[in-house]
């Protein structure tokens, strides 16, 4: 951290603890919480999911919605945390989870206990938000929302499901569920790939001539082609697409995080060297992504290790998106969960970049929640 700051810096520092969801296989969720600036005991209540499956919640801490952000500029050999004054915790007290186990910090202590996919990280997620409730009872009061992006798109509306079923069976730990929040979420079904097309057009990304010809030998089934003109007219769409940086189209296409950085910084004895040329090389570099590689020298550092309690010998080397998860998909759609939820009366905030085009373009939402009611 800078130095200074004082009692603002001590407010803003994530406090950090596992959880046990499973006893008999010890899976252990590990999460940071950070309080509201304003009145902790009285705001909004935040669970928030990362995306992936697999990305640890430092992604919604530190790059995304939290009060803290890693310093491009920065010089020395260590990353340094800065404030950000755009954070959700201003107005909401929020616990960043490291959701599926495996993610992050999170562990297992048998390799059946890392076996995972929607439907069972949603059971270990109620586990552990009642867990986590009983022992910060100041907050069962407090207006409880279920947050996330990307992948989460398909937990967030499951969770929240699961959870009104508990308070339906009397436990009152849940009542304070109000609604949720899905930020450029995954809907699933041929909802999300379907759109993609059309999205695309919509946004300059293809000529008029390539859409008429996708459109009219397609159907509007484009994810799944019928016929061989349809899928000629699709694979030059996609030949056209290929290269635009999905998470932000107005970016070139950018590395993953295993091409950036977990092995140069987690592996290897090349932390100094390249803190030291990172600043260089993140201010030139046009990919917001490059800005991961910071995160990879702060998770696989002794001492941040150390202050954030981390167990020792739990996991190997810290990643901030595990893509390798052993991991069964298996809820296909939430349209109707949508549509279960609003009945209910629960509240839904449900928004999207306008110059994303990865899985969930707009028309896939605003198509499938019109049709579900």
Same mark, same amino acid.
């Given at each position: ?24 296989q ?14 902790p005991?009285?705001?909004p +209540?935040?669970?928030?999911? #990362?995306?992936?499956? =697999?990305?640890?919640?430092? /992604? *919604? $801490?530190?790059?995304? &919605? ?13 990353p ?9 915790t ?16 999170s ?24 867990k ?26 499951t969770?929240? +499901?699961?959870?009104?079923? #508990?308070?339906?069976? =009397?436990?009152?730990?849940? /009542? *304070? $569920?109000?609604?949720? &929040? ?12 379907d ?20 459109r ?108 390798a998860?052993?991991y ?18 629960y ?16 028309l ?6 019109d049709?579900?009611?």
């Amino acid at each position: 951290m800078p130095n200074g700051g004082g009692k603002r810096w001590l407010l803003l520092l994530p406090l950090s603890r596992y959880v046990e969801v499973d006893e008999q296989q010890g899976v252990q969720l590990f999460y940071y919480f950070v309080r509201s600036e304003r009145d902790p005991y009285e705001d909004p +209540l935040l669970l928030w999911l #990362s995306g992936g499956p =697999g990305c640890s919640g430092i /992604s *919604g $801490l530190a790059y995304e &919605i939290g009060p803290l952000k890693f310093d491009a500029r920065g010089q020395g050999e260590f990353p340094t945390l800065l404030y950000r004054p755009e954070t959700w915790t201003k107005v909401s007290n929020i616990i960043f989870v490291d959701s599926p186990v495996g993610t992050g910090f999170s562990y297992a202590k048998s390799e059946e206990g890392l076996e995972t996919g929607d439907t069972k990280q949603v059971k270990q997620l109620v586990i552990f938000l009642r867990k986590w409730l009983q022992d910060h009872p100041r907050f069962v009061m407090n207006p409880l929302y279920i947050a996330g992006d990307s992948y989460s798109g398909l937990i967030i509306p499951t969770l929240a +499901l699961e959870i009104d079923r #508990s308070i339906e069976l =009397g436990e009152k730990i849940f /009542s *304070g $569920l109000k609604g949720y &929040i899905a930020g450029n979420p995954l809907t699933g079904g041929q909802f999300d790939t379907d759109s993609q097309i059309p999205y695309f057009h919509a946004m300059g990304l293809v000529s008029d001539e390539l859409y008429k010809n996708a459109r009219e030998n397609c159907g509007g089934k484009y994810s799944a082609p019928l016929n061989a003109v349809c899928a000629e007219a699709v694979q030059a769409i996609n030949n056209c697409t290929r290269d635009i940086n999905k998470q932000y189209i107005l970016d070139p296409a950018c590395p993953d995080d295993d091409l950036l950085s977990p092995k140069t910084v987690a592996e290897t004895d090349g932390t100094s060297r390249l803190m030291l040329e990172s600043a260089d090389f993140l201010l030139g570099s046009k990919c917001a992504e490059a800005l991961y590689i910071l995160s990879y020298a702060w998770g696989n550092d002794d001492t941040v290790q150390e202050s954030l309690g981390i167990r020792k010998g739990t996991i190997g080397a810290w990643k901030r998106y595990s893509h390798a998860l052993p991991y069964n998909y298996d809820i296909q759609s939430v349209v109707d969960y949508h549509s279960r939820l609003a009945t209910k009366g629960y509240r839904a905030l449900i928004y999207r970049a306008a110059t994303t085009m990865l899985l969930y373009p707009m028309l896939a939402h605003k198509h499938g929640l019109d049709t579900s009611t």
